[in-house]
Structure formats: structure tokens, C-alpha cells
């Protein structure tokens, strides 16, 4: 953690390319993130320089999720916000085993854990209905989010912490030194934790095609588990699903 305004003695151990001197106007191209993080003529190196990294990954991160099509993030927060068409469910839970359930249609409890299953959903999860943008020519898609509600106040501490920096910089580029009551203190930043360190190897979502592509000939997308950075097509075989009960063994 970099606390504000702390001082970093320059140290031999930086590389030049990794150290940073904020100036006023005009500001070299490569130092503007820079000028948004910290005062005019900060310097800027050591645990600074990884502030200012783990800052522009989480603001990367925030657009990710505005503009990813994956899953049309951004689509469930604009129907929670208007009041339109959402299921949110949390009695499903959808995890992967390699037991086959018992002729009398029991599955064994030591048939989960570590090592025997993997848990896709286990969390809450929001399902709605959403089109892709016009230029991927695709119909209607099931997206069903798996809100894991620690991971999501984490990231929303992170951007908030970003943000506080950036607009507490502005208001002083604004008012000058004489900050008036009730700007927000300038937070301590955060050195190394990165969107990947939050939100790990968990799944966020799974899509469907609902209804073909409107020009009757493009495929519709496959559908599958996404991941942070990657994307698993799964397809859900309804013709041969079974039932099983859960119990004891």
C-alpha cells in the first residue's frame, strides 16, 4: 500500500524507464497517467511506480467491463438499473463430476470435493436475456452471471479507490493548495493486486443462443463458461439429462 503523498527517495535499484518526474504543463504523453494519480511534481518511483500500474489495470478492468461481449456485462447493469427483465436465483448450483449417479439414481456425497468435481456456479446467479452488438449479426442470448459478492465489493473498492485518487488530484489541480471542506482525502493507493488476484480462476458467467441471428445464415456463437481470460464453449446436452439424488456415502 502507498499511503498519500508519501515521499520515495530516489533509488539506484529503479530503472530509468520505470522512474517518472510529474511536471506542470506541458506533460510528456508517456507521464499523463501519472499526473492524474499524483501532484504536480511528485516524483515517481519505487512502490509508487507499482501504484500507478495496479491503478491502470483496474481502470483497464473497468472498461472490460463496459465493452466485453462475451457476456454483455454491461447490459445486466443497465437492465437492474431500469427495472426490466432479470432472474436472480439462489437455490442452483451447477458443478462438473465424474461419477456416473448409481442404477437407483443416487449420487454419492464423496463423489464432490477437491479432486473429484469442479463448481461452475456456487454463488447467486442473474440471468436475462441479451443481444449482442448489431456488428457480431447475432439473435437473442441467455447470459446467466455468477455474482460472487465478496469478489464484487472487491472490485468495486478498488475502482472507487482509483477514482477517489484521480478526482481528489483534480480538485486540487482546481482549487489549488486551499482544498475546500468536503473534497474527499486523497486514499491510499494500492500496490500489486490486480484484477487476475481478485477475481482468480472463478467463473464469471455462462451463455446460450436463445433465437437464431436475424440474417438466417451466420451461426449463432457457441455457448460456454467464461472465465477472466478465457472462454470454454459447453454445450448442455437436455436430450440426455438425468436425475439423481444427493446422499450420504
Known sequence: MVPAHQHHPRAGTIPPERRYQIAGPPVPTHATRHQLLFPAG???EG???GAVETAVAWANHAVWLLTNDELSINAAHNKLKHGL???ARGDVRIELITTQPNEDGTIPLNAFGVGKSL???DRPMLTYLSRPPKELRQGLEAISLRVDLPVVLAETWMMANLYAAIFHIAAREHFGEEIPEGVAPYPTLVVGRLPEHVIGGRPLGYRSAVTLPPDGTTQ??????MFYDKFWPMKVDFESKTQGIVVDG
Open 42 to 44: 511528485t516524483v515517481v
Open 47 to 49: 512502490p509508487a511506480v
Open 85 to 87: 427483465a432479470t432472474s
Open 119 to 121: 463448481p461452475l456456479f
Open 220 to 225: 449463432p456463437r457457441p455457448s460456454g463458461v
